[in-house]
Structure formats: C-alpha cells, structure tokens
C-alpha cells in the first residue's frame, strides 16, 4: 500500500535547529517533496529530493534515503515565522504512466522564544 | 510565474445545494490539474486527477458524481460539489503541473466552503 508517515507535533526553540522525519512506503515512487502550510493558506514548495542525498538551501536542508523510504526536513537557526505545518509529499507514479502526489499526515512545528 | 488562482476564495451555501469552484493557471498551460481536500489539522487528502480533455481520475473513496469535475481547457478546471451537506464543508485546494515540468505542482490559494 501506501503510507507516508511524518511526526504530528513538535516543539522548538527560537535559534535552534529542528528535524522533521518522513517515512514512506509507495509502489511508484518518482520524487520527494517539502512544503510548508500556514494556516489557512495554500502549501509553498521548500524543497525536491529524486535522489539520495542531501539538498541544501538557505536555511533548509532536505535528505532522501531511497534504499530506506526515509527523508527528513532540516531547519536551521528557527524563526518565529517557522511555526507552521510541514508537508512530506511523495511523487508516485501510476500503472497507466501518469502521477499523483501523496501527502504525509503533516508536522505541526511550534517555534518558541 | 507559475500562478494559479482559485474563485472563490470562500463560500456559503446551504445544504442540498451545489457549488462551483474554479482553478485556472494563469500564465502557463497545465495539461494536470489537481484536487485536495484539507480538513482542520489535518493533511491534504487527494481527490481528483483532472486531466485536460479526458475524465478525471478520482482517488478510493471520493464520490465522482458528488465532485463533478470538468477539465476543459489547458488554463481550466472546475471542481462542482452537487447537493452540499455539512459534512463536505473543507478547504479545497488546487494545482497545476505544466507539461514540462516533471516534478513541480503549483497551488491555488484554496477555496473555504461552509455548508449550513
């Protein structure tokens, strides 16, 4: 089947560095996203992983592990505005050729002072 | 570039009746169109694979004469909820995915029904 998973909640410190962990488990699986959603608005694109490794930019990092369905969000030097949820979306591409993109349970990131 | 607009942006209507919301790409051609449902907290919830010119591909679950949805141009798609209840009233999000694009999906702002 297909299962991505993500923790629901977590707690951080303004300055500090924070890690959102995403598993998954899909049968097409064609590229790893980030997004992160305010509240009542749409998601804004953070990061793309196809292959292993690790993809920086700015203050964000993101790392897939293809061999172990596993990829983390990597957030330095916590804003205020960083208190947000936070999408692991898989690129799963069907029998029939086309795709679709599967959302993770989403991580709800809290930044305190 | 790369926008994409969503009408409206929010909506009231009473049970039992229906409720267009269009998605348009406003500067590219998107040949896939997208539509999710995000209840509060929670993640969004594929419902539909609009595909220009052909039927949508709608997800396990979602009931395709309840969420009619029409796909009738490269800069179009519509997503209609027919005889709205309560129990439908969400966020509705769309995208857009160019056709040379391999990976990329832009969002709509979403649209917020309330069925009273």
């Known amino acids: 089947g297909q299962n991505i998973d993500q923790p629901t909640e977590m707690t951080a410190t303004e300055g500090a560095i924070v890690q959102i962990n995403c598993t998954y488990q899909?049968?097409?699986?064609?590229?790893l996203f980030w997004y992160q959603q305010h509240a009542g608005e749409a998601p804004t694109f953070l990061s793309y992983?196809?292959?292993?490794g690790l993809e920086e930019k700015g203050r964000f990092s993101s790392f897939l592990s293809r061999s172990k369905g596993y990829s983390y969000l990597l957030l330095k030097e916590l804003q205020m505005k960083d208190s947000a949820s936070y999408l692991c979306?898989?690129?799963?591409?069907?029998?029939?050729?086309?795709?679709?993109?599967?959302f993770g349970t989403g991580t709800r990131l809290k930044v305190l002072a | 570039g790369a926008v994409v607009s969503q009408h409206p942006s929010w909506v009231i209507c009473k049970s039992g009746t229906s409720v267009k919301i269009e998605c348009r790409s406003l500067d590219f051609q998107a040949t896939t169109m997208f539509w999710y449902r995000q209840f509060p907290k929670q993640s969004l919830m594929l419902m539909a694979t609009?595909?220009?010119?052909?039927?949508?591909?709608?997800e396990q679950g979602v009931e395709k004469d309840k969420f009619l949805i029409n796909h009738a141009s490269l800069t179009l798609s519509t997503l209609t909820v027919t005889s709205a209840h309560p129990e439908d009233s969400s966020f509705y999000i769309c995208?857009?995915?160019?056709?040379?694009?391999?990976?990329?999906?832009?969002f709509g702002p979403g649209t917020r029904l309330t069925v009273t």
């Open positions: 995208s857009a995915s160019p056709p040379d694009y391999t990976y990329e999906q832009y």
């Open positions: 609009s595909n220009e010119g052909s039927k949508a591909t709608y």
């Open positions: 979306a898989v690129k799963d591409t069907r029998a029939s050729g086309t795709y679709k993109y599967i």
């Open positions: 899909t049968s097409g699986f064609n590229g």
């Open positions: 992983n196809v292959l292993d």
